[in-house]
């Protein structure tokens, strides 16, 4: 196990030792292990909710996009999530990007909040990786005018069960999608000090909601995320029948994340579907696969003929000192020059 850093408080050097004896429950990771790829096919669609105040006043904005992707040569899923708004009228937000296996391991994530106050402004950066069997984790923090660095690597043994900023989106969709949470639904996952924490989801049932003028049935589940110095966080999220977020909120804030229209419905009958090839887990492999083919092939042949780059270099420059009102007649001109340098076509005629 990775020794404390020097400049750690001893309660907080503890709390990580503690961390380690934290882990994720069998129904949990029963959970994570019996993820389907046509459960993942489900669930890449985009969500986008306001945030509003108790008065009903606009706040901002909170938007989450899924989609498959590959890193590294390997099918994974990526996640977007981002929140833009205000409080006491002091810019805040928080953004998150993960790349997630099928079963929600985390490949890499990148996380960033932030409020802006006139005085005491407060910046937060994480970054973590997966690298040879260990979570690495680097934490950049500023408050005010002083920034403090953190780094500290987990082994994946120790991780079984995780849950973060990122993967916790597209596991609750997961939940809701199949209307059923099991008993004891806990998972681990890190607070802002880095420690290993419990994460347990638990049913909240259906109720009526309106959404955009109509009333519509809604699954809910709560989320509490425990901590290690103060009281836990409680997150309460409803969803309607196709995994779409209906709300958001966290117990005791004054906002409220909320749909304002329901989704397009899809037309049903025998009309004929488009096919959208993104959302077919084997087509979107083979796309992304012939175009990462077609980019490896393109930066061979540019480094074998380095020429390319320069002449390209070399028209633009010229380009933009003209500055010409004809682009088409100026390129034309500029590369017929290069005509003379071709060598002869060979004569068709019989001497």
Not at 85 to 95: H, L, Q, R, Y
Not at 222 to 232: A, L, N, T
Not at 286 to 302: G, I, N, T, V, W
Request: net charge negative; glycine share 6%.
């Amino acid at each position: 196990m990775e020794a404390p850093l020097e400049d750690e408080p001893l309660a907080g050097a503890l709390a990580r030792i503690e961390g380690y004896k934290l882990a994720a429950s069998d129904s949990a990771l029963t959970f994570l292990s019996s993820i389907e790829p046509a459960e993942l096919l489900k669930c890449v669609f985009p969500d986008s909710l306001v945030t509003v105040s108790e008065s009903g006043r606009d706040l901002g904005k909170f938007s989450v996009t899924v989609e498959f992707a590959r890193r590294h040569h390997q099918l994974c899923v990526l996640l977007h999530a981002q929140s833009q708004g205000a409080i006491d009228d002091s810019p805040c937000g928080t953004t998150v990007t993960a790349y997630l296996t099928t079963d929600l391991e985390v490949l890499e994530e990148d996380f960033h909040e932030y409020i802006k106050l006139e005085d005491h402004s407060l910046d937060r950066r994480c970054h973590m990786v997966l690298h040879d069997g260990q979570m690495v984790i680097d934490t950049v923090t500023t408050v005010g005018g002083e920034t403090t660095k953190e780094s500290i690597c987990y082994p994946m043994s120790a991780l079984r069960g995780l849950v973060t900023e990122g993967s916790n989106f597209l596991l609750m969709r997961l939940i809701a999608l199949r209307k059923r949470v099991p008993e004891n639904m806990t998972f681990i996952s890190f607070n802002h000090g880095l420690h290993i924490i419990h994460n347990t989801f638990s049913k909240l049932g259906l109720k009526q909601l309106e959404v955009g003028g109509e009333t519509v049935e809604v699954f809910g589940l709560e989320r509490i995320v425990d901590s290690v110095e103060d009281s836990p966080s409680t997150w309460q999220c409803y969803f309607l029948a196709d995994g779409h977020l209906a709300s958001r909120l966290q117990v005791g804030s004054p906002v409220t994340m909320k749909l304002l229209q329901l989704p397009s419905h899809i037309e049903k009958g025998f009309a004929k579907i488009p096919l959208v090839w993104e959302e077919d887990m084997q087509m979107c492999s083979k796309f992304l696969d012939r175009k990462e083919e077609l980019k490896a092939d393109h930066a061979s042949y540019l480094r074998q003929h380095p020429e390319i780059r320069a002449l390209i270099s070399d028209f633009l420059q010229f380009l933009l000192l003209r500055k010409p009102d004809d682009i088409f007649q100026f390129a034309r001109d500029y590369f017929i020059t290069f005509a003379s340098r071709r060598p002869p076509k060979p004569s068709l005629e019989t001497p």
